[in-house]
């Protein structure tokens, strides 16, 4: 559907744009800063109102440009639901700001940080549910993906809390790359051409079986002349 592959277009326009905008906004940031167990939000930070903070927004708006042609293609509403979650995570992540790397949560960092968490789960649960429905098309691909965002998070979570933060940055940044692949993913799919459905007849017909035409005349020919098929 035209519709459907233009939304799969300006989706995927929108990551690459977020993408670079991302890796600008790690570039103007300050050098003392460290990526490997600073996360994104710590950089965001340093930087409020910068590229980093509308690098999520423009990924926000490019994963609820495909939600018309899913619901079209006749995704549920749970995954539907989902997947406005993770973007409705990512923009009050890049609107309300976390607190400064080494200084006391304050209201607005608890806000970032559940927001944020909301993003991270809602969108690896939906990639599985769509990937159970005809319309993800690379089903195998999204199970992948939303496995490892899964394993990721977890890693996340022990690495924010008993694992004194080790590498938590460098895990953060990979999750974040493994989610917006899914999104990617479904984007590409967009864009690709709806395949007919097979014909039961010819399949019917290639396995060796007996096809509704074939059986038909069969019929017809032992009712005609039956001492030729006696």
């Known amino acids: ?22 890796m600008v906004g790690h570039l103007e940031v300050s050098d003392d800063l460290d990526p490997w167990s600073l ?36 995704a549920g509403r749970v995954p539907l639901a989902l997947l406005t979650a993770w973007s409705a995570g990512l923009l009050a992540a890049a609107v309300v700001p976390t607190n400064e790397p080494g200084t006391p949560m304050d209201t607005a960092a608890y806000v970032h940080r559940y927001a944020s968490v ?23 691909w999204l199970r992948g993906l939303t496995v490892a965002s899964l394993v990721l ?33 479904l984007a590409l799919h967009a864009t690709l051409p709806s395949r007919p459905r097979p014909n039961p007849s010819a399949v019917d017909e290639q396995k060796g079986g007996y096809s509704s035409s074939w059986s038909m005349s069969w019929r017809a020919a032992s009712v005609i002349e039956p001492d030729r098929l006696g």
């Open 39 to 74: 996360t994104v939000s710590d950089f965001a930070v340093s930087d409020r109102g910068g590229v980093i903070d509308t690098a999520m927004a423009v990924l926000a708006a490019a994963s609820l440009v495909l939600l018309p042609s899913l619901r079209r293609a006749g």
């Open 1 to 22: 559907m035209p519709g459907t592959r233009s939304s799969g277009l300006l989706a995927l326009g929108g990551i690459v744009l977020a993408a670079v905008l991302a």
């Open 153 to 185: 998070a977890g890693a996340m979570i022990w690495s924010a809390y008993p694992g004194d933060r080790a590498l938590l940055g460098l895990i953060e940044r990979l999750l974040i790359l493994t989610e917006t692949a899914v999104i990617a993913t």
């Open 118 to 140: 909301l993003s991270f789960l809602a969108l690896p649960v939906a990639g599985w549910l769509l990937a159970r429905h005809p319309v993800a098309g690379a089903a195998a």
